[in-house]
């Protein structure tokens, strides 16, 4: 994450990912299995293997077609993680899964629990993520570590997207601008979201760097767009005098555009600065609006909830936290690390 800049000194240097329980992900759900339906939910811990490869197998499991088979999000391949699958199987109920599990999938995952509900687990149907992940061979400023770790508990992070939305050496985003200038036309439309969505994220993380870089990621500009903490809901500076303390207290964060069609919500100085990135990124900016992606808001502060550590040596560190969805751990990182690669 070191291409957008961190609000805190990074004070380390550690490996990551050294083993495949150096990162540990458990989702935390908005909908809780009725325990009727037909849709079947497992909870599955997976060991090294992506989401889609487990929803692929499920299906071919249980004799159904792909898009039958549900999930809340995509969790990365090399970690340990726990998330619920839906799949519809209407009519039928099932006897305990677990002695069960098929050759192909015994080695990956591990089925939890296992329920019924009447909906297909929806993409986006998340409260967020538990993150435990295991930094080895941390060298650094220790006591400053100390100190960010505290100002992170206290006022959060940047709402930065992750480096991993921008593909490898953001490939992603150079196929977003070749697309732009002409130079060709990705023909499945899964390329053509991904290549969507880097883009608008990369203008929101400029926008958000360079409030970053001015010391008012967390503070109010004028003609702003709040969201209220917890929800996706906004509301225009409307000057009223309580702002400041709500955004001290954490009720309410600023926002920054995710590009697209359609007006620009700020006014005065946060409009100014949004349209000029757009202006510095005009292909992305123009190219987002001529492929009809509507405009949305993101919050520019987000809060790291049950942050706690501890060291499990003199130079390895455990750390737990949890996130909202949409938010990343390599960003939480990159405040402290100076080489927060994931």
């Given at each position: 994450?070191?291409?957008?800049?961190?609000?805190?000194?990074?004070?380390?240097?550690?490996?990551?990912?050294?083993?495949?329980?150096?990162?540990?992900?458990?989702?935390?759900?908005?909908?809780?299995?009725?325990?009727?339906?037909?849709?079947?939910?497992?909870?599955?811990?997976?060991?090294?293997?992506?989401?889609?490869?487990?929803?692929?197998?499920?299906?071919?499991?249980?004799?159904?077609k792909r898009h039958d088979v549900g999930f809340a999000g995509l969790k990365d391949r090399h970690a340990i993680t726990t998330q619920w699958f839906s799949i519809y199987l209407p009519g039928k109920t099932f006897a305990d899964l677990r002695e069960e599990i098929p050759e192909a999938l015994a080695s990956s995952i591990e089925i939890l629990e296992q329920t019924q509900h009447k909906k297909k687990l929806r993409r986006g149907t998340l409260k967020g993520n538990r993150f435990t992940l295991i930094l080895r061979d941390c060298e650094g400023d220790f006591n400053q570590?100390?100190?960010?770790?505290?100002?992170?508990?206290?006022?959060?992070?940047?709402?930065?997207?992750?480096?991993?939305?921008?593909?490898?050496?953001?490939?992603?985003?150079?196929?977003?601008?070749?697309?732009?200038?002409?130079?060709?036309?990705?023909?499945?439309?899964?390329?053509?979201?991904?290549?969507?969505?880097?883009?608008?994220?990369?203008?929101?993380?400029?926008?958000?760097?360079?409030?970053?870089?001015?010391?008012?990621?967390?503070?109010?500009?004028?003609?702003?767009?709040?969201?209220?903490?917890?929800?996706?809901?906004?509301?225009?500076?409307?000057?009223?005098?309580?702002?400041?303390?709500?955004?001290?207290?954490?009720?309410?964060?600023?926002?920054?555009?995710?590009?697209?069609?359609?007006?620009?919500?700020?006014?005065?100085?946060?409009?100014?600065?949004?349209?000029?990135?757009?202006?510095?990124?005009?292909?992305?900016?123009?190219?987002?609006?001529?492929?009809?992606?509507?405009?949305?808001?993101?919050?520019?502060?987000?809060?790291?909830?049950?942050?706690?550590?501890?060291?499990?040596?003199?130079?390895?560190?455990?750390?737990?936290?949890?996130?909202?969805?949409?938010?990343?751990?390599?960003?939480?990182?990159?405040?402290?690390?100076?080489?927060?690669?994931?």
């Amino acid at each position: 994450m070191n291409t957008f800049s961190p609000c805190y000194t990074p004070a380390i240097t550690a490996k990551t990912r050294q083993k495949i329980e150096d990162f540990i992900v458990e989702e935390i759900p908005i909908v809780t299995p009725e325990g009727e339906g037909e849709h079947l939910w497992l909870l599955i811990r997976k060991t090294g293997a992506n989401t889609d490869w487990v929803a692929g197998q499920l299906a071919q499991w249980f004799g159904v077609k792909r898009h039958d088979v549900g999930f809340a999000g995509l969790k990365d391949r090399h970690a340990i993680t726990t998330q619920w699958f839906s799949i519809y199987l209407p009519g039928k109920t099932f006897a305990d899964l677990r002695e069960e599990i098929p050759e192909a999938l015994a080695s990956s995952i591990e089925i939890l629990e296992q329920t019924q509900h009447k909906k297909k687990l929806r993409r986006g149907t998340l409260k967020g993520n538990r993150f435990t992940l295991i930094l080895r061979d941390c060298e650094g400023d220790f006591n400053q570590l100390e100190e960010t770790l505290e100002g992170i508990k206290q006022k959060g992070i940047p709402n930065y997207f992750g480096e991993q939305r921008f593909g490898r050496d953001f490939g992603n985003i150079s196929s977003a601008r070749d697309w732009f200038n002409g130079n060709f036309k990705p023909r499945k439309r899964q390329l053509k979201s991904l290549y969507l969505s880097a883009a608008r994220s990369w203008l929101f993380n400029l926008i958000l760097s360079s409030r970053v870089d001015a010391g008012i990621w967390n503070k109010a500009l004028s003609g702003d767009v709040f969201m209220l903490e917890g929800s996706h809901s906004w509301f225009p500076d409307d000057k009223d005098k309580s702002i400041p303390q709500r955004l001290d207290n954490q009720e309410i964060h600023p926002t920054a555009v995710l590009w697209g069609k359609g007006q620009l919500d700020t006014t005065e100085e946060a409009a100014s600065l949004e349209k000029s990135i757009a202006d510095q990124e005009e292909v992305l900016a123009q190219g987002l609006i001529k492929e009809g992606v509507k405009k949305d808001r993101r919050a520019l502060r987000v809060l790291v909830g049950e942050l706690s550590h501890q060291w499990k040596d003199s130079t390895t560190l455990e750390l737990s936290f949890t996130l909202p969805a949409g938010s990343y751990a390599t960003v939480a990182l990159a405040q402290i690390m100076r080489n927060p690669a994931l």
